[in-house]
C-alpha cells in the first residue's frame, strides 16, 4: 500500500507552522504562488503579516502562537476549521537550536529545545488528527534533521529532539497509512538560516532555504515518507548510521572537524 500524495497544491488549505523564516518561509512563498490558502503561524506576527502580503486576503490566514503552548495550537486549529472548513496539509516547520556540547551542557536549553522540537510537533499532531481521521485524509509533514541520524558533536540537545521526531514519524506512518492520512518526515541537511547562522564551522553541502521547500513539496507531491536531502550528504549519514561504533565514531573523529 502506497500512501497518497498531492496532485495540486492550488486551493489545498495548508498550515504552516514555523512560516516566519527560514526553511518555512521559503515553503510559505511557494505555496502561496502555487495558489494554496495558506495558514501562517509562528511566535513572530510582524513577520507573518508581512509575508501574507505575498498572497490574496481570502487565500491567508495569520495566526501566532508558541508551540509549547497547547490551547494556542488549539484555537489556531479552530479558526482554521472555522474559515475553511478543514485542513488538508499539516506542514510543521518550527523549531529551535543551540549548540551544546557535554563540556557546556545546560539542562535548562535542553528542556526548551525537546519541548519546541519533539513536544511541539506531538502538540499539533494531537489537535489536527482526529478530523484527519474521521475524514480518513490529510497530510501531516514533520521537519526534523539528518541530526537525528545519529549523534554528532555539538547536537547534544538537538539531536536527541530529531531523533525521537523520526520515531515519532515511523510510527504515524505504521498507525495511518490503512486509515488514508499520509506522513511525510522530512530530514535536510545544512540549510542557510538564522539558526545554522550560529555554527562556527564550515557546513558541507550547505543549500538555500528555496532549494530546501523545492525538495519538501515535490515530496509530498509525490506521497514520499522518507523525504530527506541534499542526497550527497544525507546519503553519506545514513550510510553512517548502520556501520558498528567503533567504526563510526573512528570516521567521525577524523573527518568531521566540529
Not at 232 to 247: A, C, Q
Request: charged share 20%.
Amino acid at each position: 500500500m502506497k500512501q497518497k500524495g498531492v496532485e495540486d497544491f492550488a486551493s489545498k488549505r495548508v498550515w504552516v507552522i514555523g512560516a516566519s523564516s527560514g526553511i518555512g518561509e521559503a515553503c510559505t512563498i511557494a505555496l502561496i504562488k502555487a495558489g494554496a490558502k495558506v495558514a501562517l503561524s509562528s511566535r513572530r506576527a510582524e513577520r507573518l503579516n508581512a509575508l501574507a502580503q505575498a498572497g490574496d486576503q481570502e487565500q491567508t490566514l495569520v495566526l501566532p502562537l508558541d508551540v509549547t503552548h497547547q490551547e494556542q495550537l488549539a484555537d489556531a486549529h479552530q479558526s482554521i476549521l472555522a474559515t475553511w472548513g478543514g485542513l488538508d496539509l499539516l506542514l510543521f516547520v518550527s523549531g529551535i537550536y543551540t549548540p551544546l556540547r557535554a563540556d557546556n551542557f545546560d539542562f535548562d536549553v535542553a528542556q526548551k529545545t525537546i519541548d519546541a522540537n519533539l513536544l511541539g510537533p506531538m502538540r499539533a499532531v494531537a489537535v489536527v488528527l482526529p478530523e484527519m481521521l474521521k475524514s480518513h485524509a490529510g497530510h501531516i509533514a514533520i521537519v526534523g534533521s539528518v541530526a537525528g541520524y545519529s549523534g554528532l558533536p555539538k547536537a547534544l540537545a538537538y539531536g536527541p529532539s530529531k531523533a525521537g521526531i523520526i520515531n515519532f514519524c515511523e510510527i504515524l506512518y505504521y498507525d495511518l497509512l490503512p486509515q488514508g492520512v499520509s506522513v511525510h518526515m522530512i530530514s535536510p541537511g545544512f540549510v542557510a538560516t538564522e539558526a545554522t547562522a550560529q555554527n562556527d564551522f564550515e557546513m558541507p553541502a550547505l543549500i538555500t532555504p528555496d532549494e530546501a521547500a523545492r525538495e519538501i513539496l515535490k515530496g509530498i507531491q509525490a506521497g514520499v515518507f522518507d523525504i530527506h536531502f541534499p542526497k550527497r550528504f544525507s546519503g553519506f549519514l545514513k550510510f553512517l548510521r548502520i556501520l558498528p561504533y567503533p567504526l563510526y565514531f573512528w570516521i567521525l573523529r577524523r573527518f568531521v572537524k566540529i
